[in-house]
């Protein structure tokens, strides 16, 4: 028996910073026919991404804003219930672009099957074998173009992405400085993953001193997850031709007044700095690629992460605003009540 | 007889604004013996550019702040007096980085004769086959990496570096869409030098939706001098893998507080925009290729421009005000008493 309804997080309106329950709300829906092309699928994992941020507003974006009234877009893992595409048949698992809702009815080509020969917990595929993990990998390697003996800096280097990063780059050879924001994260964070050192934003005083301090021979690549502050004073710590990878800015997602760009704008030019504007999906087709380079070496246990797992649907927003208050202590997934 | 004293423009305090005479003060001064590897210039033309705002404040840059009593740094050209170096003698025409000073006292590593078989004005080597001409063309070809069929958009499109870098790209089969301050200039600009549109921001009303009109495949390569609202309007507009060849800000050159970068900064990511920071002295070595190329299209009158020559040494500080007022049309340059 297929079920028939399902209960979602519905967009009922724009946020003003953080959302809230007025903003997004749970609904019980019908389940209708599935279309041709199309799978149901019944979500395991939700991931919470500060991105997620961005879509619920309706400033232009990658992707479009969420439309008021559907529920809330991201990544999810799960089990095919029915399908009516030929690639995928009842039983599979599968990761892709779905919503926070307990079933969803997705076009098949959002979704791509979990390899037969995986032996990682199927929520890997929302997380170090997903978007999560392998954002960091093209960042650092591709739109970085990271180079053994360089030193790179990493914002919220104890984030998802961050930590991740960090130690992606630390197996290239280069030396890594994380930045964030409490000394048990700094701890973590060269204690655990090996970063060579680690800046408490919110307690080293001028950040642009202790860039410098830290990083002695300049920065020749930023990973920046953050923006605002933390980006103005990075900017006045680069070498020349140093690139930036701008992957995310979550300073800004909840900011409900314009934000301006960095104010040490004028050093992109003065230090002939590549500014690169990161997006994962502009990297999708070579997701095999990297997610074989990040089989082995967590088979070989050479990058660590800490996950922040959620239980039960009815948390996901609450789960959701820690992103936003520095409150989760790795990648952050709502598992639900299906995945028991 | 060699002369033993000269006049210059000496940076008495950094300028608060747009420089005064209490800032930038005529002196004489005695011209000393010429150490070994130097040359005596007399200098016959100076060339006045945005960029020499930059060197007079104390703000970290490409190149050390002027220092303080010294004369105003700028490209100039001119005659060999004397030579301690090898490479020049008594007699030759030179051009390089000197000063606001009647004559000048320089490392011979800062100046390039004139080419023997030179047959254009010596003060072209201030302006079309020197950095003002060349900046435009390694910055739309290499920096930008234009490609025929693409939309180029220019801000300061009537000004030195955008009206030629406006037909360089032309001449290599671009959509090209100037910005300017007049209709007088936009018309000079889409008339006299065949830019395919030209957008008089003063008067367009919405900047985003003009370029947007005057766009209707979108920018993908947008050649900024100006920065602040221009930029902010240019990234609305750009398509995804834009390239931003950031070449100037004048619109914050004088600025007396902190200014912020870009509004629309998280475009920046959601187009997958790379922005480069461009600086010609990167392309130094390659600038007899260049020349090269200037000069064909020169010979055959592919290529239009306009000289704004002020006459006499006295004027320089009032005429480099032109560049902030939009007073200048075309590029601005002194011609010294020497050059007569």
Chains 1, 2 share one sequence.
Request: overall charge negative.
């Amino acid at each position: 028996m297929l079920p028939t309804s399902k209960r979602q997080w519905t967009l009922a309106k724009r946020p003003h910073g953080v959302p809230s329950t007025d903003e997004v709300t749970i609904e019980e829906k019908t389940i209708g026919e599935l279309p041709p092309g199309h799978l149901l699928v019944e979500n395991h994992y939700f991931s919470l991404d500060p991105a997620i941020r961005g879509w619920m507003s309706d400033a232009p974006s990658y992707l479009p804003p969420i439309p008021l009234g559907e529920p809330v877009r991201s990544t999810v893992c799960g089990k095919v219930l029915a399908s009516t595409s030929d690639g995928f048949a009842k039983g599979d698992l599968v990761y892709g672009m779905g919503a926070w809702e307990t079933h969803g009815v997705v076009p098949a080509e959002f979704f791509t099957k979990v390899p037969e020969d995986n032996t990682f917990p199927l929520h890997y595929y929302v997380n170090m074998l997903g978007a999560v993990g392998l954002t960091p990998y093209f960042g650092v390697i591709e739109a970085g173009k990271a180079q053994a003996g360089q030193t790179m800096l990493m914002s919220a280097a104890a984030g998802a992405v961050g930590s991740i990063g960090g130690q992606i780059a630390r197996l290239m050879g280069l030396r890594v400085v994380g930045m964030a924001g409490s000394d048990e994260k700094c701890r973590w964070v060269t204690d655990e993953l090996g970063f060579d050192d680690c800046i408490n934003y919110k307690t080293c005083g001028d950040m642009v001193d202790a860039i410098a301090k830290a990083c002695p021979e300049g920065v020749d690549l930023f990973f920046d997850n953050v923006g605002g502050e933390i980006l103005d004073a990075a900017l006045m710590n680069l070498n020349s031709d140093a690139i930036i990878v701008f992957c995310g800015a979550i300073s800004s997602y909840n900011a409900t007044e314009p934000v301006p760009g960095p104010y040490n704008w004028w050093q992109v030019l003065a230090r002939s700095v590549t500014i690169q504007g990161y997006l994962i999906k502009d990297y999708f087709d070579r997701f095999p690629e990297g997610q074989a380079q990040m089989s082995e070496w967590l088979n070989e246990g050479k990058i660590q992460f800490k996950e922040h797992m959620v239980d039960g649907f009815d948390n996901t927003l609450d789960a959701f605003s820690l992103l936003f208050s520095g409150g989760n202590e790795g990648k952050l997934m709502v598992k639900l009540e299906a995945a028991d």
